[in-house]
């Protein structure tokens, strides 16, 4: 298995831009999210999945967009890049959306909005 | 909702002592926690769990952490760090607020362990 996978690693964008950060993941998990991480913050979700068809907001979801068509897919979508959007960004995914369960991270994609 | 505050944001620490990161969280009728470590330019991999049962709850690289509901807290132990333990710690709690299950991070700890 692969895990969790993102792409790209890094990224540069201009403000008012739009991006598309992929997500995903092989093993057949049924909860997908997505965090952006802030030094002195920790991290803090953005939306997350709890299956295909289903998203909604986490703790800050504006500026973002997600959808979730497919079990293994979850990408975050930017529509218009701002500099306070600047950060490392974490895609997650846990067997269970019901229960309290581990977390599976990917890599993150650091992203730097000029 | 659910909020987690890690106590300290840098531990400093020489080789071979011991070490423990706190962690304290808001009340709740049920509370899971978890432990998440975050070696430099890398993903969060997970540490430890408790879900329910033993309040003493033993993880990976020979970290423990105590589960205490009257102190609300949730520290972080290992009584001898590697070098290779350098890394950030983060705290989460659980909230099912809303229905769904959904990780509630700390701001994090940064361990510095020193030859």
């Known amino acids: 298995n692969a895990g969790v996978t993102q792409t790209p690693k890094f990224q540069v964008l201009k403000t008012g831009q739009s991006m598309t950060l992929q997500c995903a993941q092989d093993m057949n998990h049924e909860y997908m999210s997505w965090y952006r991480q802030d030094p002195g913050m920790g991290l803090r979700l953005i939306h997350y999945s709890v299956g295909a068809g289903i998203t909604d907001q986490g703790e800050v979801p504006n500026g973002y967009n997600v959808s979730r068509s497919t079990t293994e897919d979850f990408p975050l979508r930017l529509l218009s890049a701002a500099p306070s959007q600047t950060s490392v960004y974490f895609c997650a995914s846990a067997f269970s959306a019901d229960n309290p369960d581990t977390q599976y991270f990917g890599p993150g994609t650091r992203l730097t909005v000029l | 909702a659910q909020s987690v505050t890690q106590l300290d944001s840098q531990v400093p620490v020489f080789e071979e002592a011991p070490v423990e990161l706190r962690c304290n969280y808001s009340?709740?009728?049920?509370?899971?926690l978890f432990w998440y470590v975050q070696y430099p330019n890398q993903g969060l991999q997970l540490l430890l769990k408790?879900?329910?049962?033993?309040?003493l709850v033993k993880g990976i690289n020979g970290f423990e952490a105590e589960f205490n509901k009257s102190q609300t807290s949730f520290h972080l132990r290992k009584p001898s760090v590697h070098i290779s333990d350098t890394a950030e710690y983060f705290c989460a709690v659980s909230d099912r607020g809303g229905g769904y299950n959904k990780l509630i991070f700390g701001a994090g700890t940064r361990l510095a362990v020193h030859p």
């Open positions: 009340s709740s009728v049920s509370v899971y």
């Open positions: 408790y879900l329910s049962g033993s309040t």
